[in-house]
């Protein structure tokens, strides 16, 4: 079993910056792909970026140059910096352990002035 716990959401300025992390539960994190995903209101849950156990990276065309994502295995911890954040970014965010079932709690991230 597997628990992930998002933080780091907030309201934030359009081309502002936010970090969001991801702690997990759990000796057995490292073997995982992991990845961020988020829901806008009205909208399907997407997937944003994910990354590998190698730390292979990939992102979503909507948000690459803009977002990167990372992971520190002896923290158990995955992130997702946003950089130059738009309106169109606002949504609950997810961290997630790919071709699992398991996800976060989501946090909400807000761009708006």
């Known amino acids: 079993q597997v628990q992930l716990v998002e933080s780091g959401g907030g309201l934030v300025q359009p081309r502002g910056s936010l970090r969001l992390s991801c702690a997990a539960s759990?000796?057995?994190?490292?073997?995982?792909?992991m990845g961020w995903a988020r829901q806008a209101p009205g909208k399907q849950r997407e997937l944003v970026a994910s990354?590998?156990?190698?730390?292979?990276?990939t992102y979503a065309r909507s948000v690459k140059g803009r977002f990167t994502i990372s992971r520190d295995n002896a923290k158990n911890t995955l992130y997702l910096q946003m950089n130059n954040l738009k309106p169109e970014d606002t949504a609950v965010y997810y961290c997630?352990?790919?071709?699992?079932?398991?996800w976060g709690q989501g946090t909400q991230v807000t761009v708006s002035s």
């Open positions: 759990g000796s057995i994190f490292s073997i995982y792909a």
């Open positions: 990354i590998t156990s190698g730390g292979t990276t």
């Open positions: 997630r352990a790919i071709s699992t079932d398991y």
